[in-house]
Structure formats: structure tokens, C-alpha cells
């Protein structure tokens, strides 16, 4: 199963991806609905979880400027509009995950996973980075809020 959420978040952050990039550049029949079922008729022989990849993709996009909000403060040297698109959409899937996927992954999973994605499709340095941004978020925004739930 773990593979099969491996490989399902690497769908996500292609179609996450390719459909910031293709709206961003104009085009106005892109939909996500498109891009990831093209996306997942790759790898269906392989992906045993195809809704894992709908609830990410469709709530990053649907949380994407409540993601972007929190994103801001965490990393204010890092203007979220400069960092590269890749880094962005992994950072947008961490925090959708750490944020509204508890039930079903746990917060040391998403960041060692994101952590992964960097390492596989960011920049030399995108890893730390991520590791960076998704463990003060969850530190801050996770872990605080379950500590004051269990008081």
C-alpha cells in the first residue's frame, strides 16, 4: 500500500503541476479532472488507490489559497510566488496532508514523503527546504493544536 501512495503522490504532483502550469499559461480548457485521469491511464495497472490521488489533487486545488496563506509566514524569506513550481506543488500537498489527511496518513509520513518527492524532482537543495517548511508547520499548526485537544 505504501508504494501505491508513493507512486500516487508522484501522480498528484505531476497533474498538480502541469495544471498550475497550463493555467498560469493561459489555457483555459485545462481542467483537473483531465489531467489526472490522463495522468493516472499511465500507471493504472499500477495504482491501487485512485481516490488517494482525487482527495489530494481536488483539495489542493480547492484549499490552494488557504495552503498558500499559511505557507507565507512559515517560509517569509521565500516569497511563495518564487519558489520553483515544482517545490511549491509538493509543499502545497504536505500541508493539504498534514492539514486535512490526519485521519488517514500520519504527519511523519506526509514530511518524509514530501521530503522524497524533493529529493526526486526538486533542485539540490529542495529537500531540506521542504523538510524545513512542512516541520515547522506541522510543529506549529499540527502538533500544537493536538497537544492542546489532549489537555
Not at 12 to 25: G, M, N, V
Amino acid at each position: 500500500m505504501a508504494s501505491n501512495r508513493h507512486l500516487g503522490r508522484i501522480i498528484a504532483l505531476q497533474s498538480l503541476y502541469e495544471f498550475e502550469f497550463r493555467t498560469q499559461a493561459g489555457d483555459t480548457s485545462v481542467t483537473l479532472t483531465e489531467v489526472v485521469a490522463r495522468n493516472l491511464e499511465r500507471y493504472k495497472s499500477e495504482v491501487g488507490d485512485s481516490q488517494f490521488i482525487h482527495t489530494i489533487t481536488s483539495g489542493v486545488v480547492a484549499h490552494q489559497d488557504e495552503l498558500d496563506a499559511t505557507l507565507r509566514p512559515i517560509a517569509p524569506e521565500w516569497p511563495l510566488e518564487q519558489i520553483a513550481r515544482i517545490d511549491r506543488s509538493i509543499l502545497r500537498i504536505g500541508l493539504y496532508e498534514l492539514l486535512h489527511c490526519q485521519d488517514i496518513v500520519p504527519p511523519k509520513v506526509v514530511i518524509n514523503e514530501a521530503v522524497e518527492l524533493a529529493k526526486s524532482f526538486g533542485s539540490d537543495n529542495s529537500s531540506k527546504f521542504i523538510n524545513g517548511v512542512l516541520g515547522t508547520a506541522f510543529r506549529t499548526l499540527v502538533e500544537d493544536t493536538s497537544h492542546a485537544v489532549d489537555a
